[in-house]
């Protein structure tokens, strides 16, 4: 079962988005109101992605990023960063940063599941992800 | 099947499905409507004080942070409509001239008005 790690302080943000992903693909979500928190929980539960606001009080998302990559523990876990739409600067802002894809509030719950298989390369609705197993060497 | 019965109407299953999450959704809804109705107040006031010209960088960055909140969250739930109010909100606070200021006033009372049948 895919988990993932949504971490916004907007109390609503988090409960939608967990619905959505509970509801819409089966998922299992983990949930944290700050970057600082949401570290915490992803080097302890290794979420296979996390979803993250943008704009947080006190340490907002790219930083909180940032400090994710100086963490060889969790820096391998694909973020998506998710914000009101955004121009020119946000854009440029958020190009060179890195995070697997920037998605945009309002998202809609019923295909943001949709939204972060796509950008993931996960299969649609993927209970469980079993690895394909390598041919046998000759 | 005995003939002359009504055929019984159901859902397809994906409409089910979409039935589902709108209940939940709607349940989501009414708890959060405490907080929603707290942040139409405090833009209200903010909104009043631009009018006014009492606006100061505080209740600006206020009202900005909550008009962001708001862009955000209401389309979650439908409200497409008053989101791109609270956006056109933000973006008068985050950037307020002598004519944006204003229009505040009357995009919190709209903003209101959309949202009113669902407070």
Same mark, same amino acid.
Not at chain 2, 1 to 6: A, G, K, L, R, V
Not at chain 2, 105 to 108: E, H, Q
């Given at each position: !079962?895919r988990?993932?790690?949504i971490?916004?302080?907007?109390d609503?943000?988090?409960e939608?988005? /967990?619905?959505s992903l509970e509801?819409?693909a089966?998922w299992?979500?983990?949930?944290?109101?700050?970057? /600082?928190?949401g570290?915490?929980?992803?080097?302890a539960e290794q979420?296979?992605?996390?979803?993250m606001d943008v !704009? !947080?009080?006190?340490?907002?998302?790219?930083?909180t990023f940032?400090? !994710?990559?100086?963490?060889p523990?969790?820096? $391998?876990i694909?973020?998506l960063?998710?914000?009101?739409?955004v121009?020119g600067?946000d854009?440029?802002?958020f /190009?060179?940063?890195g995070v697997?894809?920037?998605?945009f509030?309002?998202?809609?719950p019923l295909?943001?599941?949709?939204?972060?298989?796509?950008?993931?390369?996960? $299969?649609?609705?993927?209970?469980?992800?079993?690895?394909?197993p $390598?041919?046998?060497?000759? | 099947?005995?003939?002359?019965?009504?055929r019984k109407?159901?859902?397809?299953?994906?409409?089910?499905?979409?039935e589902?999450i709108d209940d939940?959704?709607?349940d989501l809804?009414?708890?959060?409507l405490?907080?929603?109705?707290?942040?139409?107040d405090?833009?209200a006031r903010?909104?009043?004080e631009?009018?006014t %010209?009492t606006?100061?960088? =505080?209740?600006?960055?206020? %009202?900005?942070?909550i008009?962001?909140k708001l862009s955000?969250?209401?389309?979650?739930?439908?409200h497409h409509?008053a989101g791109?109010l609270?956006?056109q =909100?933000?973006?008068i606070?985050k950037?307020?001239?002598?004519?944006?200021?204003?229009?505040l006033? %009357?995009?919190?009372r709209?903003?209101?008005e959309t949202?009113?049948?669902n407070?």
């Open positions: !079962m988990r993932i790690l971490i916004d302080d907007e609503d943000i988090r939608v988005a /967990a619905l509801a819409t089966g299992e979500i983990l949930t944290a109101n700050s970057g /600082a928190k570290i915490d929980i992803a080097v979420p296979d992605a996390i979803l !704009m !947080m009080p006190e340490v907002d998302g790219p930083t940032r400090n !994710m990559q100086q963490n523990a969790i820096s $391998s694909p973020v960063l998710l914000t009101a739409k121009q600067v854009q440029r802002r /190009a060179g940063l697997a894809a920037v998605l509030k309002p998202f809609d295909t943001l599941a949709d939204q972060i298989s796509e950008v993931l390369g996960w $299969s649609k609705n993927s209970h469980s992800e079993q690895p394909v $390598s041919e046998p060497a000759v | 099947m005995p003939e002359n019965q009504p109407q159901t859902n397809s299953p994906s409409e089910d499905f979409s589902g939940l959704l709607a809804w009414q708890r959060h405490p907080t929603l109705r707290e942040r139409l405090l833009l903010t909104a009043a631009a009018t %010209g606006l100061n960088e =505080i209740t600006r960055a206020e %009202g900005q942070s008009a962001h955000g969250n209401l389309g979650m739930f439908g409509k791109d609270a956006s =909100i933000e973006h606070f950037a307020p001239t002598p004519e944006t200021l204003p229009l006033a %009357g995009l919190t709209n903003l209101r949202l009113a049948a407070l």
